[in-house]
């Protein structure tokens, strides 16, 4: 009774005071919804091709160490050690690290990661110099290389994510629709076709992260996305249309980010069929495009005139390489040069977002003599299409490990019909200095064997390189993002809402 009197009697006293009342403070919000313009097509990392993919595994899973700003970063691996002779790397592991099925990480789970992925043809250029992976002991992995190969620590980072050994051999295929990894995210729901939710993993040996739960909803009208941001439905948009950046910079609740990223913009053309088999016709297409239109009109200014197809920041890059001028006279002199009779080439597309860059090329080859016609696919059976070469010119957004080195999968004639290399480039040559540079040490020297390659892709106009890009992500402006990924997307461990 003597309690419950002291407690009354401080009721009484609180409600007769003129003190103001304690304003109360709205929970945090911990909920994020974002958009993706099409489907990710797996959650399996190693028989993965498509970068929108890796937006969502990139939560979910974890490498050995990050590459970022030009330096290595620890994450599963705390540190590392070079043999001499560059062909012994060993990699020290993080203590106490869990996987999200529960099971600790160990160097085993490393060993059956790199066994696996070089039975994967899509991590074959990542992992056909390894001899081997072996655990020396518990938390320490030593691999072993068969030859130099100087971009192996780049090789090893961002994109070499480490897998369980128990959910591999448990799951098998089955992985890329059940994904174990040790990152601060797991999978909790997906809708395919429509999106995939991710929440998060407490036990993540990095600590508990601000987003409990985030979603990626599937939309792929850009201007459809921006409405939805506009209106608080969406948190975010990852790249955001060129006609609607203003009304966003205007817009007080929301921000508009300009990324510099790796991603280079360029037009494959399948070599094998007439008419881009013909170098004079080729020739034509390169000199007939008004690049910096593409970029003002299509990206609103966001990109800069590509001269090599590998971005700047590349490891390996040679400002000697220039750039196609827009020269339509040339380009009428190429094509009363060429086979071409006035056929109509078919360009594809694999998401309505490649619309409106096609339009203006479209425009630019009719000036010159040259018919096209768009055609949009979805992007799964478009991605099939350019693989096993059934298309005629296309348009891609290509983002690469930032070494040249890696631009192998879409120039070496390893690479046909199983990875990257959509025109189906076959040269001795070009494979000889993809060859060659991996044992060079010395920076200039790569360099110049690199250069060999890009001189090689301009002389015979493989491609038609249009610009590097940058992304424009748009967000609630009470949402902080503290780094982006060299693909201009962000890994959620680093969005916080204020």
């Known amino acids: 009774m003597v309690l419950l009197a002291v407690v009354l009697s401080a009721s009484v006293l609180a409600g007769c005071s003129s003190a103001p009342k304690p304003t109360v403070q709205e929970p945090v919000k911990d909920t994020l919804v974002m958009e993706l313009k099409s489907d990710i097509s797996t959650l399996d990392p190693?028989?993965?091709?498509?970068?929108?993919?890796?937006?969502?595994?990139?939560n979910i899973y974890e490498p050995l160490l990050y590459y970022q700003n030009a330096e290595f970063v620890p994450s599963l691996a705390t540190?590392?050690?070079?043999?001499?002779?560059?062909?012994?790397?060993?990699?020290?592991?993080?203590?106490?690290?869990?996987?999200?099925?529960?099971?600790?990480?160990?160097?085993d789970d490393v060993v059956f990661t790199v066994e696996r992925a070089k039975n994967s043809p899509y991590m074959l250029i990542q992992t056909e110099d390894i001899e081997k992976a072996t655990a020396v002991d518990e938390r320490t992995v030593e691999i072993k290389l068969k030859k130099q190969y100087v971009p192996?620590?780049?090789?090893?980072?961002?994109?070499?994510?480490?897998?369980?050994?128990?959910?591999?051999?448990?799951?098998?295929?089955?992985?890329?629709?059940?994904?174990?990894?040790?990152?601060p995210y797991k999978l909790k729901s997906r809708l395919e076709g429509e999106s995939v939710t991710l929440e998060r993993f407490d036990d993540w040996h990095g600590g508990k992260t601000q987003i409990k739960t985030a979603t990626y909803k599937v939309i792929s009208e850009a201007t459809s996305a921006v409405i939805a941001l506009e209106s608080g439905t969406l948190d975010m948009v990852n790249s955001t249309p060129p006609i609607s950046r203003k009304s966003i910079r205007q817009n007080p609740k929301l921000t508009l980010a300009e990324v510099p990223i790796l991603t280079t913009q360029y037009l494959p053309m399948q070599l094998t069929k007439a008419p881009f088999n013909d170098l004079n016709f080729r020739m034509a297409i390169n000199h007939a495009i008004d690049r910096q239109k593409v970029i003002d009109v299509a990206y609103e200014g966001a990109g800069q005139i590509s001269?090599?197809?590998?971005?700047?920041?590349?490891?390996?890059?040679?400002?000697?390489?220039?750039?196609?001028?827009?020269?339509?006279?040339?380009?009428?002199?190429?094509?009363?040069?060429?086979?071409?009779?006035?056929?109509?080439?078919?360009?594809?597309?694999?998401?309505?977002?490649?619309?409106?860059?096609?339009?203006?090329?479209?425009?630019?080859?009719?000036?010159?003599?040259?018919n096209m016609e768009i055609k949009l696919f979805e992007q799964n059976a478009w991605i099939q299409?350019?693989?096993?070469?059934n298309y005629g010119i296309s348009s891609i957004n290509m983002t690469v490990s930032p070494d040249v080195h890696f631009?192998?999968?879409?120039?070496?004639?390893?690479?046909?019909?199983?990875?990257?290399?959509?025109?189906?480039?076959?040269?001795?040559?070009?494979?000889?200095?993809?060859?060659?540079?991996?044992?060079?040490?010395d920076p200039q020297r790569r360099i110049e064997n690199y250069e060999i390659i890009a001189n090689y892709i301009k002389d015979n106009a493989i491609v038609v390189p249009i610009c590097y890009m940058v992304a424009t992500p748009a967000y609630a402006a009470n949402l902080t993002i503290t780094q982006f990924r060299p693909d201009g997307y962000a890994l959620l461990r680093y969005m916080s809402w204020k």
């Open 307 to 370: 001269t090599s197809v590998w971005p700047p920041a590349t490891v390996g890059f040679s400002p000697n390489i220039t750039a196609f001028p827009y020269d339509p006279a040339k380009a009428k002199e190429y094509l009363a040069k060429s086979a071409y009779k006035g056929q109509t080439i078919e360009y594809s597309i694999g998401y309505e977002g490649a619309r409106k860059q096609a339009v203006l090329i479209q425009e630019d080859l009719r000036a010159v003599g040259i």
């Open 46 to 58: 190693q028989y993965n091709v498509a970068t929108i993919s890796g937006v969502v595994f990139g």
């Open 407 to 441: 631009w192998n999968r879409a120039f070496h004639s390893s690479s046909i019909n199983t990875v990257l290399n959509f025109s189906r480039l076959n040269n001795k040559v070009v494979d000889k200095a993809f060859a060659d540079g991996l044992s060079i040490q």
């Open 79 to 107: 540190k590392w050690e070079i043999s001499p002779d560059g062909l012994t790397y060993t990699f020290h592991l993080k203590q106490g690290v869990k996987f999200q099925n529960g099971e600790t990480l160990k160097a």
């Open 152 to 183: 192996f620590l780049i090789n090893m980072a961002n994109d070499f994510m480490i897998l369980n050994r128990k959910a591999g051999e448990q799951y098998g295929e089955g992985l890329k629709s059940n994904p174990v990894g040790t990152g």
């Open 385 to 389: 299409d350019m693989k096993t070469g």
